[in-house]
């Protein structure tokens, strides 16, 4: 197996390629790195890319002109992006930055198009991915229905633990690099009200925080919290 080969092996999207669209696939297959915080594209850019993460972590996210922030997701390790828009848009709805430094392939989004337009399988995938977009989106608007900002936090916190974790034991770890920063764009609220809100849970011992990576030790604080 080819160096090429192995780093794709972690994307279950191509398991659906025959081997001659791998070839093909593999012909127009680029691949490019980005500096944390650099802009990979821009909302309304002429949509030309479609990529493949393979390390590191990124960032979309749309705005109005009042700076509030309207859509924000994360694109882990070994997923695509950016689905929507397939087969039907010519510019990108949101942008996309790097959260950290990060390495990614991409392609012409129209060979992409081409490549999967007639491979049940791998439709059946975008479907189920942009059924999984929705439903994070629509749990993200949960975070911010309330006008109490603590509560948003904690909402958010939640939203990020069901999207965004990984399970180790008894903790959840969510597994984006989270700054308060950037957890209070994802809650619609100010940094100063997330520092507050960190050092209750932190004091109760509902969660540790170690750099960018938290840690949630009670799940059930947030679950009967968004009751």
Same mark, same amino acid.
């Not at 997923?79 to 087969?87: A, D, H, I, T």
């Not at 959260?99 to 990614?104: E, P, Q």
């Given at each position: 197996?080819?160096r090429?080969e192995?780093?794709?092996?972690?994307?279950?999207?191509?398991?659906?390629?025959?081997?001659?669209?791998?070839?093909r696939f593999?012909?127009?297959?680029?691949?490019?790195?980005?500096?944390k915080?650099?802009?990979l594209?821009?909302?309304?850019?002429?949509?030309?890319?479609?990529f493949f993460?393979?390390? &590191?972590?990124?960032?979309?996210?749309?705005? #109005?002109?009042?700076? #509030?922030?309207?859509?924000?997701?994360?694109?882990?390790?070994s997923?695509?992006?950016?689905?929507? &828009?397939?087969?039907t848009?010519e510019?990108?709805?949101?942008?996309?930055?790097a959260?950290?430094?990060?390495?990614?392939y991409?392609l012409?989004?129209?060979?992409?198009?081409?490549?999967?337009?007639y #491979?049940?399988?791998q439709?059946?995938?975008?479907?189920k991915k942009?059924?999984?977009?929705?439903?994070?989106?629509?749990?993200?608007?949960?975070?911010?229905?309330?006008?109490?900002?603590?509560?948003r936090?904690?909402?958010a916190?939640?939203?990020?633990?069901q #999207?965004?974790s990984?399970s180790?034991?008894d903790h959840?770890?969510?597994?984006?690099?989270?700054?308060m920063?950037?957890?209070?764009k994802?809650? &619609?609220?100010?940094?100063e009200?997330?520092?507050?809100?960190?050092?209750?849970?932190?004091?109760?011992?509902?969660?540790?925080?170690? &750099?960018?990576e938290?840690?949630?030790?009670?799940?059930?604080y947030?679950?009967e919290?968004?009751?």
């Open positions: 197996m080819s090429w192995e780093e794709l092996t972690d994307f279950e999207f191509l398991s659906f390629f025959s081997d001659d669209e791998l070839k593999k012909q127009v297959l680029y691949r490019s790195t980005y500096k915080n650099q802009q594209f821009a909302e309304g850019d002429k949509r030309e890319r479609f993460l393979k390390k &590191g972590y990124i960032k979309l996210e749309k705005s #109005n002109h009042e700076a #509030n922030m309207l859509y924000i997701n994360y694109v882990k390790p997923e695509l992006f950016p689905y929507v &828009g397939l087969f848009e510019n990108y709805r949101y942008s996309a930055y959260l950290t430094d990060v390495s990614v991409y012409p989004v129209k060979e992409f198009e081409s490549l999967i337009r #491979n049940t399988e439709l059946m995938l975008v479907i942009l059924d999984q977009l929705t439903k994070r989106h629509q749990d993200r608007l949960q975070t911010i229905s309330t006008n109490f900002a603590s509560d936090v904690e909402q916190l939640h939203y990020l633990v #999207n965004f990984v180790q034991g959840w770890v969510i597994d984006v690099p989270m700054t920063t950037e957890l209070a994802v809650s &619609g609220t100010s940094r009200t997330v520092s507050q809100v960190f050092k209750k849970l932190k004091c109760d011992g509902i969660m540790t925080v170690a &750099g960018r938290i840690t949630i030790h009670d799940w059930k947030f679950e919290k968004s009751i």
